[in-house]
């Protein structure tokens, strides 16, 4: 109820900035693949579990950064189709 009684002049229906996060995402995706390659590199070649460790770290922020851009082209195909409409 209180929501509505509102004096700000944000709109009632806030938008995500897409194409800021699409970049931050390709970046995440690209950075996080190319760690997780130099990661495993180490990792075989001194035997150390602790790069296999980052190696997973670094895959798990390339695989979440994939998710995200999955989501923002849905979000954006839906806005798109919703303003042909």
């Keep these: 109820m209180w929501l509505r009684n509102r004096a ?12 800021l996060r699409r970049i931050l995402s390709l970046a995440a995706l690209v950075l996080g693949t190319a760690a997780a390659v130099y990661f495993i590199t180490q990792a075989m070649s001194t035997g150390e579990q602790v790069w ?34």
Aim: aromatic residues 6%; proline residues 4%; without cysteine.
């Design 8 to 19: 700000g002049t944000e709109p009632l229906t806030a938008r995500s900035p897409y194409r």
């Design 52 to 85: 296999a460790w980052e190696a997973a770290i670094a895959a798990a922020v390339a695989v979440f950064a994939a998710v995200d851009l999955v989501i923002i082209q849905r979000r954006l195909s839906r806005q798109r189709d919703r303003q042909h409409q």
